[in-house]
């Protein structure tokens, strides 16, 4: 199912799971709460509920285990608090902010374009063709786990449109002091020395070495034009099979372009580089061989560290940025034991991390200012496609939901319409 609607993220739960709870509605069933004229209602609490299950029992959150029921039972407290408690209020919690943001988008005087709700009107169009061969009822039953219809699934998306309008409207520019505050307050920096735990599997030739191809065909080997011509015993010169020359090293092996050409990756079944981890013998080597690294690094002492870097982090084929690495705890990064433990580090700190993928030698470095705006640091705070901060919306987010508080004590909830409503009793929702 492809979205066409960027979600508001709540602030209460982690932003991976808050980004698909986003919509509002007014209308469909009974109502659960109301702010004057707005309201939401119970089918839509449902479908919140819906889609926060669906995100905690994805890979990335609970995985398959939050599909059984015992696992909303599981007590997560000692005041006898269980999944299905927490995350049923904290939906819950969260649909107020987004009651409040309806309320406030019809104080502003904002409308809508048509253009929007045409394109709106497309993508359920689209659902009910791709998903159940063109049949609405078919599609309504589908949508019933989740508590709602098609007609409700589109005021959900019609909403959803108004508060993202209203966050563009309220904060269409950013003061720097606000973008600056955002950076210090969720970013983290730090540099790492890596040194892997196994080897990665590229393409060998006859003697068993890899083999480096050029960089823009692949096809054709990278030579060092350095060595020494290939003659056969006739004393001619050998090419290959693209009738390139062949050079080789003093012992006749292969003499490859290693520092202009490329390695080929032997891939598995599923798309991933094959490894080979390393022996017993080969991690204590490596074990030891961080140790000593360890033992050379000072806390605070920055420039001993970059030079640890650069001495040994090329070698060992981890990137490096020349100021770091800058991550919040929502940053995709495949090292989530380095990312929580440098959250938990104070700046100047070092520790050895081991992970999977090898060991990690990392200091957390002080924060420098205005580094989103350094070039150097695309990477970690630009949106190739648009442009933008990565975190932009985020901050925006964050702003709409302080600049909401006013509303939350005007929402009545009607506590006897919820009664039974729980993320337990939901289906799981994937897509809608």
Not at 224 to 249: H, W
Not at 297 to 312: A, Q
Not at 338 to 364: A, C, N, T
Request: hydrophobic fraction near 35%.
């Amino acid at each position: 199912m492809k979205k066409i609607f960027k979600k508001l993220v709540a602030t209460v739960l982690v932003l991976a799971v808050l980004a698909l709870c986003l919509v509002g509605c007014s209308g469909g069933g009974n109502k659960a709460m109301k702010l004057e004229g707005e309201s939401l209602s119970v089918n839509m609490i449902q479908l919140f509920l819906s889609r926060m299950k669906g995100t905690l029992a994805s890979s990335y959150a609970y995985g398959e285990s939050a599909l059984a029921d015992s696992f909303w039972d599981t007590v997560v407290s000692a005041d006898g608090t269980t999944y299905n408690d927490l995350y049923t209020s904290e939906v819950i919690q969260d649909a107020k902010t987004y009651l409040a943001a309806l309320y406030a988008f019809e104080e502003e005087g904002l409308e809508l374009p048509k253009a929007t709700i045409d394109e709106i009107d497309e993508e359920i169009d689209r659902m009910i063709e791709d998903d159940a061969d063109g049949s609405k009822n078919t599609f309504n039953s589908m949508l019933k786990a989740y508590g709602v219809n098609h007609k409700m699934l589109r005021e959900a998306y019609i909403m959803e449109a108004k508060i993202a309008m209203l966050n563009d409207h309220l904060f269409s520019s950013l003061d720097n002091s606000l973008i600056e505050e955002y950076y210090q307050n969720n970013y983290v920096r730090f540099k790492q020395v890596f040194i892997y735990t196994y080897d990665l599997v590229y393409y060998t030739d006859e003697n068993g070495d890899e083999i480096y191809y050029d960089t823009t065909d692949s096809k054709r080997i990278s030579y060092d034009e350095n060595a020494i011509v290939k003659k056969d015993s006739d004393g001619k010169t050998v090419k290959d099979a693209n009738d390139d020359v062949v050079y080789v090293t003093e012992d006749g092996k292969i003499a490859y372009d290693k520092q202009n050409g490329k390695r080929s990756p032997v891939l598995d079944e599923n798309g991933y580089q094959q490894k080979r981890e390393y022996t017993k013998a080969e991690l204590i080597e490596a074990s030891d061989r961080a140790q000593l690294i360890l033992e050379e690094c000072e806390e605070k002492n920055y420039t001993l560290f970059d030079r640890l870097v650069d001495d040994y982090g090329e070698d060992e084929g981890m990137v490096q940025y020349p100021n770091g690495y800058y991550m919040t705890e929502s940053s995709e990064y495949d090292v989530k034991e380095v990312l929580q433990s440098v959250f938990e580090m104070k700046p100047g700190e070092v520790k050895r991390i081991d992970s999977d993928y090898g060991i990690h030698i990392v200091m957390k470095y002080e924060l420098d200012e205005g580094a989103y705006d350094n070039k150097e640091n695309a990477d970690f705070f630009v949106n190739n496609t648009t442009g933008k901060y990565v975190f932009e919306q985020e901050l925006k987010n964050e702003l709409l939901a302080k600049y909401l508080e006013k509303y939350m004590n005007m929402i009545v909830i009607d506590e006897k319409a919820l009664e039974g409503v729980d993320i337990k009793s939901v289906g799981v929702n994937f897509y809608y």
